[in-house]
């Protein structure tokens, strides 16, 4: 864990509007190396609009943003394609493109950045999808013969195309059956422990907040609210973050706490998910 204390990402006083709308008001933010990171905050509350500002899809209005040591500041084009190929994105909506097979969707990235001839592109997609659960029959089918989560796991496995340090994954189970939530659950755990990625989340699922999340920052009134693991979270005074864990949801992320509390204690993982765990290899 020598490495857990680097910053990866560093955001400093960053605010963003839309016209009148104001969106962040001086956010400050930091991402430790290897840790699964993940944002929450009610909708609205500029969750995405931080995520697009972190891979270079929007700037803001001031503050600055370091990712990987790079400020993204008035960042040269070259340096940000530089920069674009150390990351992996998987978006809220999949982001595949219709037109494409699965396979050419998760080649398309090596297309782009390598020089690599056809013939290799397609090996490596292919092993990039069979390292997200994806029988290989899949690659050759289009995005609308997907279910939801095959289209989580192609974009996934896109996302991981050209062996990035860091992924980010805005809402990677939403839309999700309970079984198949489950089983992105248990990529995203594989993907750190196999590869040390640093992982930056948006989601609102409890399972992925409680279970896999390092830290968790709490997205309300323009800032971060307050920074912890989950349990740390829940024992904070401060209003915005009692609405998560008192309001409607509340009752469901205590039965979390009070699963977390009896994993701890007796059982493993999976089963204290109350998900099935996928297949053993
Ligand atoms: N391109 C845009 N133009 C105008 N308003 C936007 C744009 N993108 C986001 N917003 C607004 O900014 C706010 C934050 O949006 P978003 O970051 O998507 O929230 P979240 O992901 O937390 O639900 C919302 O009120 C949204 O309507
Ligand atoms: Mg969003």
């Known amino acids: 864990m020598n490495a857990a204390s680097q910053t990866v990402i560093e955001i400093s006083k960053v605010s963003t509007r839309f016209g009148d709308h104001v969106v962040h008001t001086g956010l400050d933010l930091e991402v430790r190396s290897g840790e699964i990171f993940a944002l929450i905050g009610g909708s609205g509350s500029g969750k995405s609009t931080l995520l697009r500002e972190m891979i270079l899809l929007q700037r803001p209005d001031a503050g600055s943003i370091r990712v990987?040591?790079?400020?993204?500041h008035e960042i040269?084009?070259?340096?940000?394609?530089?920069l674009r190929q150390r990351w992996g994105v998987m978006f809220q909506h999949g982001g595949l493109f219709g037109s494409l097979t699965v396979k050419e969707n998760v080649g398309l990235p090596l297309r782009e950045h390598t020089g690599l001839d056809d013939v290799l592109i397609d090996e490596i997609a292919a092993w990039k999808l069979a390292m997200t659960g994806l029988q290989p029959e899949v690659g050759a089918q289009y995005p609308s013969e997907l279910?939801?989560?095959m289209m989580k796991r192609a974009s996934l496995a896109r996302a991981l195309a050209l062996d990035p340090e860091l992924l980010f994954l805005d809402e990677p189970t939403a839309g999700?059956?309970?079984?198949?939530?489950?089983?992105?659950?248990q990529l995203v755990r594989r993907l750190r422990e196999l590869f040390g990625l640093t992982i930056v989340m948006i989601t609102h699922d409890l399972d992925l907040l409680w279970q896999l999340a390092d830290r968790v920052a709490v997205?309300?009134?323009?800032?971060?609210q307050g920074v912890g693991s989950m349990t740390e979270l829940s024992q904070m005074d401060n209003p915005a973050i009692r609405k998560f864990f008192d309001g409607p949801r509340g009752r469901a992320a205590q039965e979390q706490e009070r699963k977390q509390e009896q994993?701890?204690?007796?059982?493993?993982?999976?089963?204290?998910?109350?998900?099935?765990?996928s297949?053993?290899?």
């Open 263 to 277: 994993q701890q204690t007796q059982v493993p993982t999976s089963e204290a998910t109350g998900r099935p765990s």
């Open 219 to 224: 997205l309300a009134e323009g800032k971060v």
């Open 76 to 82: 040269a084009d070259d340096a940000a394609l530089a």
């Open 279 to 281: 297949k053993p290899k």
């Open 147 to 149: 279910s939801g989560g």
């Open 68 to 72: 990987l040591g790079v400020d993204l």
């Open 176 to 185: 999700l059956d309970p079984d198949s939530a489950g089983e992105v659950d």
